[in-house]
């Protein structure tokens, strides 16, 4: 399966507004948002992301493409542990174009969701960016602590909390 680059998906999100003139309002993660947050050598063959508005008219174009997409409305919802409250209204816009607008997180957000699963993969992927945005330990916990307070009371936060603390070892102390 062919790698997707950033660049291509958003000649493709356009080319999907084009043609239908339905809008398109995503909040990307996982590796594509990678490359937007500059490594530019994370590949991956799909697309993760929150979609405001219908999602199937818009994954079945991106399949159509050749592009699987992981697309929900929640990202929240895919894991026992919430997102830090807020992680919307937080979100940076990367692209904005009529009909279409594509957002990230804010990196200490993004963060939070590399560690909500916690593989090597996403626990590389949050070290790139707590060390690119110069994202201080204190903030990670910060975060944390605030998806914890949002997530229903379940064994999986017991390795999130582990999984936080294991990350927070690896970084030097800072002010938050």
Not at 7 to 14: S, T, V
Not at 46 to 74: H, Y
Not at 93 to 112: A, K, Y
Not at 129 to 134: E, G, N
């Amino acid at each position: 399966m062919p790698t997707i680059t950033a660049d291509r998906l958003i000649a493709l999100l356009k080319q999907f507004v084009e043609t239908t003139g339905q809008p398109i309002d995503l909040l990307l993660v996982g590796a594509l948002a990678m490359q937007c947050y500059g490594l530019r050598e994370r590949y991956t063959n799909d697309v993760d992301g929150e979609l405001s508005g219908p999602l199937q008219p818009l994954v079945r174009f991106l399949t159509d493409e050749g592009v699987p997409a992981d697309l929900t409305q929640d990202i929240s919802g895919w894991s026992i542990v919430a997102m830090p409250p807020g992680y919307r209204d937080r979100a940076t816009h990367f692209v904005s174009h009529p009909g279409l607008r594509i957002r990230l997180l804010e990196p200490v957000d993004f963060v939070i969701a590399k560690l909500r699963r916690g593989i090597e993969i996403d626990l590389d992927d949050a070290l790139y960016v707590v060390r690119r945005f110069q994202i201080s330990r204190g903030a990670v916990e910060q975060a944390a602590a605030a998806a914890i307070a949002a997530s229903p009371q379940d064994t999986a936060l017991f390795v999130f909390r582990k999984t936080v603390e294991l990350f927070c070892g690896q970084l030097p102390d800072s002010p938050s």
